[in-house]
Structures are given as C-alpha cells and as structure tokens.
C-alpha cells in the first residue's frame, strides 16, 4: 500500500529526504513523494548548485530523470569526477552508499527513484546472477528506463488502482533491465520456469475473491509461495501478459458482468472492481473496451 507521505517521507540523515533537502530540492507536485516496497518516487525542483556541496551517504540505489531544462552536472562519487551536460529526458544513476558531491549551472526539475539495493540482489539471484554492483553514471540513455520513472510519477500525480501492485511489477521489470544494461555481474541468466495449471487456478481464485482491494505484486506470488521476480518471470512466461495487465483485464470482465447483468451506479461498478474514483475507472474502461461504461451498458442491453 502507498505509504502517506508525512511518514514515508520522514528519516534519518542516511534518508532520501535528508539528501534532496542538502541538495536544496522542493516537491513539484502536490503529492512529491511515495514509497511502495522496495522503491520510492519523488519529484523535485532545485535551484542552481555552482558551488559543490557533499550530500550524505543513501542507503538506495539513487536514479534520476531530468525534466527541466538541460544542466551541466558535476558529481563526485567515492572519488570519482563524472561530469556531463545532462539533456532532458537523459537519467542519472548513482549506487548506493557511495560518498557524494555535486555541482550544477542552472535550476533544474527532476524525477527520482531511490531502489532498495536488496531488490536487485534478489533479482540477480533469482535469475543465476553472480554478485552485482550498479555503475554511476551521468547522462544516460535509456528509453525504457525513461518510461519507468514517468509512469512511478503519474502515480504521484493520479494513483490508479493496484498502484503497489504496478508499482511492484515496474521495479521487478526495472530489476532485470538494471542487471542486463548498467551493473557489473558475473554468470549467466537462466531461463524461469512457468506456472502450472493448479498454480494458476489458485492465483485466479485469489484475485477474483480481493478485486476490490489494492492487490500487491507480493500478494500474487505468496499464493504460489515464489519470490516476486521469480513469479513475476514466469508468469509472463506462462500467461503472455504481465501481472498488472492480467489483473486489469480481470477487473475489466467483471466491471462488464456487473454493467451487463446488474443495476448497479458506475460509482458502485468502480469500487466492486478495485478503483478509487469514477474517473479513473471510467478512463481505464474506456481505454480497454473503446467505449464509455455507460455507452457499453446500453450497447450491452439492445
């Protein structure tokens, strides 16, 4: 579940709140900032940096996506100069634990996330990884990186339904990407195993009966007793779609059983199917259906 954010938001000096607030960044957003399991989003502002300041050591992976307009960008990690004129679009990464300082020549917007190093271990051992180390770097390309972060942000601004559940399923496919494109590692990457036939009827009768709950990427793969990167694999190996999208197309059907064979309001239709509002349910129908709940209740009915 999203944690508020007075309280996710709270920490000690090793906390992502303690390194934005050195670095003198302020929320761009109403809601600037949530944490799921395993990672947290924030986005922020900050002003121009033209003196180097030491940031305190995080205890997480720190990857950044500049939104605002380009900047020259100094970082010093663990001794290291990196240095480079960051575009928007472009990402930033910086390992956990390292020692830190930066500079920069203009105010700047960015999109972070702050990993959980132990999501990504997990990862490499689940999918016969050696020991594996993120590489700093600045001014890094990578378009599906790109749209991890944007969509973890469009949760800050709209939180959909399951947003710990596609939360979750984001950081495990970000997991993977990381192991394959930006860490060193050793050994190779084995092929998952798939779901059977009586796995899967559990994790069916276990998502039919909490539709109505926020249902979290871990609640899935605990009914199968697998670890969440592991599950996650294989069930995309299995089923051809990834968690998040089978469960919309779950609470899809059964948002079009209550329309077709029930009376009732579209309000009630939402909270039946797992939505926090109308509106969102509404767009989300609409998006997989072509049309509106409404217009398919009438086309349902002739």
């Known amino acids: 579940m999203t944690t508020p954010e007075s309280t996710c938001w709270a920490g000690g000096e090793n906390s992502p709140r303690n ?12 809601c ?33 996506l500049t939104l605002g307009e380009p900047v020259e960008v100094e970082g010093i990690l663990d001794d290291r100069r990196h240095q480079a004129r960051v575009a928007p679009g472009q990402l930033m990464f910086m390992a956990a634990g390292q020692s830190n300082e930066w500079r920069w020549d203009g105010p700047t917007e960015e999109a972070q996330l702050f990993v959980d190093p132990s999501v990504i271990e997990q990862a490499a051992n689940d999918s016969g990884y050696g020991q594996v180390a993120l590489r700093s770097q600045i001014a890094v390309e990578d378009p599906s ?32 990407h ?3 494109r930006h860490c060193t590692r050793r050994g190779d990457l084995s092929r998952p195993g798939t779901l059977n036939g009586h796995q899967i009827s559990r994790i069916e009768g276990f998502a039919d009966a909490h539709l109505q709950s926020d249902i ?32 919309t197309a779950r609470r899809m059907a ?49």
């Open 19 to 30: 390194w934005v607030r050195t670095l003198g960044g302020h929320g761009a957003l109403p």
């Open 216 to 247: 979290a990427l871990a609640d899935l793969a605990a009914v199968v007793h697998m670890s969440q990167f592991h599950f996650a694999r294989a069930f995309k190996m299995t089923t051809g779609q990834s968690p998040h999208r089978w469960l």
């Open 254 to 302: 059964r948002a079009q059983e209550l329309l077709r064979a029930t009376a009732l309001p579209i309000i009630e239709v939402a909270a039946e199917t797992g939505f926090q509002s109308q509106s969102h349910f509404g767009q989300v129908f609409r998006r997989w259906s072509g049309h509106s709940p409404r217009q398919w209740r009438n086309l349902a009915r002739c």
């Open 32 to 64: 600037s900032y949530t944490e799921w399991s395993g990672v947290s989003v924030g986005c922020f502002r900050f002003g121009d940096l033209s003196e180097r300041v030491a940031a305190p050591r995080i205890g997480r992976h720190y990857i950044s």
């Open 145 to 176: 990186i790109r749209q991890i972060v944007l969509a973890l942000v469009d949760e800050l601004r709209a939180p959909g339904p399951s947003p710990a559940m596609m939360a979750q399923s984001a950081v495990q496919y970000l997991a993977l």
């Open 178 to 180: 990381l192991l394959r």
